[in-house]
């Protein structure tokens, strides 16, 4: 894990803006029947994601179908997945998402999942109440005894938000390294930016995917967009061209990106992905309950309108 050398047990910092640098795949959670995440099941998409030139990963992320999955069920994936992506990167980082209601909960996902050694946790602020700043505050503070690096995820549209207040208090953790925002609110971003410049390791990732490319002209250390898992080429261009100052064939990777997230006005959310993923042969068409698989009919949809965007996507 980023706190620990994975070769004894010599601590080092974390170096946040290190680890989310780059591209990032939220990777959503293959599965070997419904419900039932599988590492096995994983493996092809791994090696055509580590092919294509995604850095590291988050797991059970939104993407990942993460808040649908028991806690018991996370510990066996996050460890084979890290493992065969170690492997296949020569030890690309992987974080991982522990958001939950409360913070026993966040804890006890975080202990299941440790035996993976992740370079990073992923914390959003509590879900389903509204909280306090104070409490929101304590609630990352817990994680300061675990060892392990935590990067606070802003996805307000399923969590508290993290205000311009919160985002100033937060980055003062010591054990916060990184903050991923999927707000879509570039004033707010860029508060992010600001309150993390004030140290020098703490990170900036953005989830926002029509907004990746307005947001690595302001800043941002990386990039997490969803819909690298499908056309993860196209991410890693546009990270690496805006890098090199190579702005046209930025914006026409951002275009790219654009058009294949289409596909939600097909069928929203994961199953959408799962199923032209699926048609590709990269990942069985399974996910949690109570999402439904796509129907025949929608996969026809999304596989006629992705069409034209082949070359863009994802090959075994």
């Not at 590492?39 to 797991?59: E, H, K, V, W, Y």
């Not at 002209?217 to 898992?229: E, H, S, T």
């Amino acid at each position: 894990m980023a706190g620990q050398d994975r070769g004894g047990d010599v601590e080092r910092p974390a170096d946040g803006r290190a680890l989310l640098a780059g591209v990032m795949v939220p990777l959503v959670t293959p599965m070997d029947r419904p419900g039932r995440p599988s590492a096995p099941a994983a493996d092809t998409l791994l090696g055509a994601l580590a092919a294509a030139g995604a850095r590291s990963l988050m797991l059970f992320g939104s993407n990942g179908e993460g808040p649908l999955l028991p806690t018991a069920q996370l510990g066996d994936f996050a460890a084979g997945v890290a493992k065969r992506w170690r492997e296949l990167t020569g030890g690309g980082p992987v974080l991982v998402n522990v958001t939950a209601p409360g913070t026993a909960e966040a804890l006890a996902r975080a202990e299941a999942v440790l035996p993976a050694a992740p370079d990073a946790l992923v914390l959003s602020p509590p879900v389903y109440f509204h909280h306090r700043h104070d409490e929101i505050v304590t609630h990352y503070a817990a994680m300061a005894g675990l060892g392990v690096p935590v990067v606070a995820y802003n996805a307000p549209r399923y969590s508290n938000p993290l205000t311009p207040a919160l985002l100033d208090q937060v980055t003062e953790l010591a054990h916060l390294v990184g903050i991923k925002d999927s707000s879509g609110d570039l004033a707010l971003f860029g508060h992010a930016l600001a309150a993390a410049r004030r140290r020098d390791d703490f990170g900036v990732s953005q989830g926002a995917e029509r907004q990746a490319l307005d947001a690595l002209r302001l800043g941002a250390d990386g990039v997490v967009p969803g819909v690298a898992n499908l056309a993860p080429g196209a991410a890693v261009e546009l990270f690496r061209a805006h890098r090199e100052g190579r702005d046209g064939e930025a914006r026409r990777a951002q275009r790219v990106i654009d058009e294949v997230l289409a596909l939600h006005t097909v069928r929203p959310g994961v199953p959408a992905v799962k199923a032209v993923l699926a048609a590709r042969g990269l990942c069985p068409p399974y996910v949690a309950a109570p999402f439904t698989p796509c129907s025949d009919d929608e996969r026809r949809a999304l596989l006629d309108l992705l069409a034209p965007l082949d070359a863009h996507l994802i090959r075994a």
